[in-house]
Structure formats: structure tokens, C-alpha cells
């Protein structure tokens, strides 16, 4: 089997203010690193509300319905933003997320990754907020688990900011394991080892400034693999931010690009031993371009040879 790239043109109509880190060359830059490679590429489809209600209150969609702008640029807080463009890549990215399970589970491909935005980590219920709308991962792993039937899944999430919108949306939800591994004091501020969830299936794992690729791996075969283990997942879910890299502008931690590779090639081994392999991927932080396109194509490289390389 092989590895799914899905993205989607219309992602490209997010428009974010000019200065804006979370800026339309993010994913130009990461489709453009991942040109020619042994990908079965597919257009993510429009998620359909009752999908994003696997994880949102109606009252959530019905908020950024009303205030999407016809033209121009409206700012839901104080760094995320909505254009004519972005509640349609908003279902989009949801859309691919969720096709991503449907490939994976029905055995088209081994893993895949969702190169899509705007990204999803920060979305709480009811809060837009940290450049996200929807929580793309929390709502794939939903769907996995409620229409799919799967019993337990496992999310871990390295971007350098805590996922504190998976946090919020799989705070009640036993089923899910999810690990965010982030730099702490930073953005958003929440991500303490304390928060547990409803039935201890959270595990935050707060950084320093400064934690490099060394330390990082430690933490990765000393805490993170063991507890995934322990876990037995019948999938598992990346969310991929690659804003822990050393080149970064948002954060002070200091992952190189070869990490990004290794960490992935670690997380599908186990998958490969605990859950057939089935990894999908979603594209969250990253925001100096070549570090991220460079970060990206070392991702999917240990995606790729995870999966196999067989082309479609």
C-alpha cells in the first residue's frame, strides 16, 4: 500500500490579513515540497455539518455562518481571521481529515496526510480561536470512532503550541488518548501536566525553551511510545505543527528538520506493531516556509516509507 496526499484548492482561499503568519504560501510551500513524490493524491471533499457536530454544538456553526464576510475580512479574536474563502476551507480541511479514515480503514492506503488549512488544533466547542475554526483532528478521530465503530484511538500531537482545542472537544471522550507535547509559558497558555481529561486520557508533556532534537527523542521513546502503547489504539492520529523547529518565529524550541523524519518514522513503527499501521496525519503549525516545507517532506518521506511505495 501506499500513502495519501489530500489537499484541496480551495484552501488556498483561507485569506488571512497581509503579515499574517498563518498565510496562504504555508501550504504553497508544503504542496511544493512534496512535488513528485510516490503520493495517491485526492481532493479532500466538503465535510457536511452533521460530521462537524461530531465534536461542535450547532450553535458553533451557526456563529461562523453569521459572520462570515461576503468581502474583505472580519477577525474572530485577536489573531484569527475569516475572508469569503474561509469557512468553505474550513469544511475542506474537516472534509479531508475525514476522507483520510475512510482511505486508511478501508485498506486504499496505509496512512495519509491531510495537507489542508486553515489548521484545527486550537478550535474549542464553541471558541474559534489561534488561526483554527474546526478541529479537524478531534472530529477525524470522532468519526472513527462513532461511524467507523473503532474502541479506542490515539492522537499525539507535536506542534509547538498545546492543542488546546483537541484538549477541549476529547476532554469527556474515553476512547481517545490524546498526548500534546508543546513549549511552555507560550501561546495558548493551557497544557499543564494537571489537565487529565474526564477519565485521565490526556497527558501534556510541557517543554522548555530551548528543548532540542536530543532531548526531544527522549521524551518521545521514554513517555510518549510507551503510553500509546499501553493504550492499544486501532489508529493513530498525528497532529503535525512544525513550529518546534529551531528556524521557527513563533517559539524558542529547537527541532531540526531530520527530527521531524525521525519522530514520524518512530510513530509509524508502533503503529505498525499495535494498530496495522493505520496513521493519518493533519497538517496544523509551521510558519517560516522553508523550515516547514523542508519539515513537511521529511514527514511524509517516513510516512511513505511506512506505507510502502507502490503508485497509483
Given at each position: ?15 488571512t490579513p497581509?503579515g499574517h ?68 476551507a474550513a ?222
Amino acid at each position: 500500500m501506499t500513502t495519501a496526499l489530500i489537499t484541496h484548492d480551495d484552501c488556498h482561499g483561507h485569506v488571512t490579513p497581509d503579515g499574517h503568519p498563518e498565510q496562504v504560501a504555508r501550504l504553497h510551500e508544503v504542496l511544493r515540497a512534496l512535488e513528485g513524490k510516490d503520493l495517491l493524491r485526492r481532493e479532500a471533499p466538503m465535510a457536511d455539518d452533521a460530521t462537524i457536530l461530531l465534536c461542535h454544538p450547532l450553535a458553533h456553526l451557526e456563529a461562523l455562518n453569521a459572520a462570515a464576510p461576503d468581502t474583505g475580512s472580519v477577525q474572530l479574536d485577536a489573531d484569527t481571521h475569516m475572508s469569503p474563502g474561509s469557512l468553505k476551507a474550513a469544511y475542506r480541511a474537516v472534509g479531508g481529515a475525514v476522507q483520510a479514515v475512510d482511505m486508511v480503514l478501508a485498506g486504499e492506503v496505509q496512512n495519509a496526510f491531510v495537507a489542508t488549512r486553515p489548521p484545527g488544533h486550537h478550535a474549542e466547542k464553541q471558541s474559534p480561536m489561534g488561526f483554527c475554526l474546526f478541529g479537524n483532528v478531534a472530529i477525524a478521530a470522532k468519526h472513527a470512532l462513532e461511524r467507523h465503530g473503532l474502541s479506542r484511538v490515539a492522537i499525539v500531537d507535536f506542534d509547538v503550541h498545546h492543542g488546546n482545542g483537541t484538549q477541549d472537544l476529547l476532554w469527556d471522550e474515553a476512547r481517545a488518548l490524546f498526548i500534546s507535547s508543546h513549549e511552555m509559558p507560550l501561546y495558548p497558555g493551557t497544557g499543564a501536566q494537571h489537565e487529565v481529561g474526564a477519565h485521565g486520557q490526556i497527558t501534556n508533556i510541557p517543554l522548555s525553551t530551548g528543548t532540542d532534537g536530543g532531548l526531544y527523542r527522549k521524551i518521545l521513546t521514554g513517555r510518549i511510545l510507551p503510553l500509546i502503547e499501553t493504550f492499544e489504539p486501532e489508529m493513530l492520529f498525528i497532529s503535525a505543527g512544525f513550529d518546534a523547529h529551531k528556524d521557527d518565529p513563533l517559539a524558542s524550541l529547537a527541532l531540526e528538520t531530520e527530527d521531524f523524519g525521525w519522530i514520524t518514522d518512530q510513530l509509524c513503527a508502533l503503529a505498525g506493531r499495535i494498530c496495522g499501521g493505520r496513521v493519518v496525519s493533519c497538517l496544523e503549525g509551521g510558519y517560516n516556509l522553508p523550515a516547514l516545507g523542508a519539515s513537511a517532506a521529511a514527514h511524509v518521506d517516513a510516512l511513505i516509507a511506512a506505507g510502502g511505495s507502490s503508485l497509483r
